[in-house]
């Protein structure tokens, strides 16, 4: 089972930017499609990015396209998300995802992903 380790949370000005890391502990970390959720206080966990197990590929939800960017660097077995544009509204605690050899499609719906981290915090103020 691969073992997976947010860090890079913290507290940020609206506007600003963070960087998320998530290291996996895995051999063949590469054959693993990777993916960011984030759950808000009182509402259900949320997709935010996913990236192909080759990095091809790469979906955004609506709400952070385009101020979002997800990669993967397998060599250091870690994924990335740089979050630029920051607002409140993003305020949540981010996980990290992996599932073996999944598409992208297979990577939106949290029911389908059993292997998590345990969160790192991201609080955006006004």
């Known amino acids: 089972q691969v073992k997976l380790v947010e860090s890079g949370g913290g507290l940020v000005q609206a506007g600003g930017s963070l960087r998320l890391s998530c290291a996996a502990s895995t051999l063949g970390f590469g054959s693993y499609a990777m993916a960011w959720f984030r759950q808000a206080p009182g509402k259900e966990r949320e997709f935010v990015a996913a990236?192909?197990?080759?990095?091809?590929?790469?979906r955004y939800a609506d709400s952070v396209r385009d101020r979002f960017t997800i990669s993967r660097d397998n060599a250091m077995a870690t994924v990335y998300l740089q979050m630029n544009g920051l607002k409140p509204e993003d305020t949540a605690v981010y996980f990290c995802a992996a599932r073996y050899r999944a598409i992208i499609p297979t990577m939106v719906d949290d029911a389908d992903l059993n292997a998590w981290g345990q969160g790192t915090q991201v609080t955006v103020s006004s």
């Open positions: 990236i192909s197990w080759k990095g091809g590929a790469t």
